[in-house]
């Protein structure tokens, strides 16, 4: 499954729909991904469920973090979900991996992210867990998670059609 290289993610930003929207290619395009900034932080504030049938599930409830004046959010240590600012649309042949930026795991911060599956469409979210007992401080559209492309060896029949298909979009 090759990764796609800056060249090919070029391309597939200029498409239609583009593979990544809003983008600045300067800023956010890389050798081997595009960077996802963050737009909005929330507080878990319940517990989630997951069951063993597919309709047993509830994901946490949250509620907005506010920013400062300058988009800054002072974030203690914990577990916080975040949405990314770019919407993201992926072809039938086309799936995502999504990892942290290197500069916070070097402050104690990760970012969890999982398969972004061909045929999906929307803002994703991530979990943002803050380890530094310090904790972090993250301005609103700072560049948080790489989200690399991988080819499938054929093109899914039938993409994406989960609950989160068009997420905050």
């Known amino acids: 499954m090759p990764v796609l290289s800056r060249e090919e993610l070029r391309a597939a930003l200029a498409g239609s729909p583009p593979l990544v929207e809003d983008v600045d290619p300067a800023l956010q395009l890389q050798p081997n991904g595009i960077d996802l900034r963050v737009e909005r932080v929330q507080r878990l504030t319940s517990p989630g469920l997951l069951g063993s049938a597919a309709n047993v599930r509830e994901p946490a409830a949250r509620e907005d973090m506010p920013a400062d004046k300058d988009g800054w959010w002072d974030l203690h240590r914990g577990a916080y979900v975040i949405t990314y600012r770019e919407k993201v649309n992926l072809p039938a042949d086309l799936m995502g991996l999504l990892r942290p930026r290197s500069t916070l795991l070097r402050s104690g911060v990760s970012i969890h992210g999982a398969v972004w599956d061909a045929g999906y469409s929307g803002r994703g979210e991530g979990l943002l867990s803050v380890l530094n007992s310090r904790g972090y401080r993250l301005q609103r559209g ?3 998670a790489q989200l690399v492309f991988f080819r499938l060896s ?15 979009a």
Do not use: F, I, L, S
């Open 142 to 144: 700072a560049r948080v």
């Open 154 to 168: 054929a093109a899914t029949a039938e993409g994406y059609k989960g609950r989160y298909h068009g997420e905050n």
